[in-house]
């Protein structure tokens, strides 16, 4: 099988847009600086208005570009964070965090020159299917979802649920309506489910309605899921469901070769 040649060139602003991309991706504008006004787009690449409007448009769909009202385009300010999602044990004799609790996050913010804040949410829900398979479950039983919404600069950065089977949860902290000191991994610790593996599935997606409104995402920035479910000598403890805007999130996995 091959791929069949384009026989029809493609729309002159998308074109445009694929130029004007190529332009950013090699470094000639840096993040925050603001691209030419539309007069010097049409004179330098000799097309009409509505042309630069449009492919402008597909930058900014892709959150390549913000457009700020009355002051003009800018390029995204934010490069991609990196987020450490698995990898080597961090210092010598001590096991690494399955579940990357939110001192992780924080720390890789501040390294970026950013600040990290949270809320939490705790809730009791319906499994849907995938999470009542992977836990083991029928769906429909009920779960224990331990949600944090993390921002860094206050935009938002990723959603982090963590699914229990409520019987593990109940007469545990994982039951309270806010984070556990420590992270929940203490918790499960101190009841005897310690997790000891994890095996991640990770996909790209494009956001639902409310996922797209809470991102604030243009409609061409797709997200990434990490479903990451955890497990130790009797079986699956939790599922934890972390999704990221693919626009100002890079996931890293380390491998230490043994």
Same mark, same amino acid.
């Given at each position: 099988m091959t791929i069949p040649r384009a026989g029809v060139p493609a729309p002159k602003y998308q074109r445009l847009a694929s130029d004007l991309r190529r332009r950013i991706e090699s470094?000639?504008?840096?993040?925050?600086?603001?691209?030419?006004?539309?007069?010097?787009?049409e004179v330098h690449y000799g097309v009409a208005r509505n042309t630069v409007r449009l492919a402008v448009d597909v930058l900014v769909n892709e959150g390549r570009l913000v457009r700020l009202q009355g002051k003009g385009t800018y390029l995204k300010q934010q490069p991609l964070m990196d987020h450490r999602a698995f990898g080597p044990p961090p210092a010598e004799g001590r096991a690494d965090c399955l579940a990357a609790p939110t001192r992780v996050y924080a720390d890789e913010a501040?390294?970026?020159?950013r600040r990290l804040t949270a809320?939490?949410?705790?809730?009791v829900v319906r499994a849907r299917a995938d999470i009542a398979g992977l836990l083991g479950m029928l769906p429909g039983e009920a779960v224990v979802v331990r949600r944090q919404l993390r921002l860094t600069?206050?935009?938002? #950065?990723?959603?982090?649920?963590?699914?229990?089977?409520? $019987? =593990?949860a109940a007469g545990t902290p994982l039951m309270e309506p806010e984070a556990v000191p420590g992270g929940d991994e203490t918790v499960l610790s101190a009841i005897g489910r310690a997790e000891r593996t994890a095996?991640?599935?990770?996909?790209?997606?494009?956001?639902?309605?409310?996922?797209?409104a809470w991102f604030e995402i243009g409609p061409g920035v797709p997200l990434l899921?990490?479903?990451?479910v955890t497990r130790d000598a009797r079986g699956p403890v939790r599922v934890i469901e972390?999704? #990221?805007?693919?626009?100002?999130?890079?996931?890293?996995? $380390? =491998?230490?070769?043994?």
């Open positions: 470094g000639e504008w840096q993040g925050g600086a603001q691209l030419p006004v539309e007069t010097e787009l501040s390294a970026a020159g809320d939490f949410e705790m809730l600069d206050r935009e938002p #950065y990723s959603i982090e649920e963590s699914h229990y089977r409520a $019987g =593990l095996l991640d599935h990770l996909v790209a997606r494009m956001p639902g309605p409310e996922e797209a899921v990490q479903t990451r972390t999704r #990221y805007a693919a626009d100002r999130c890079r996931l890293l996995y $380390g =491998l230490d070769g043994r």
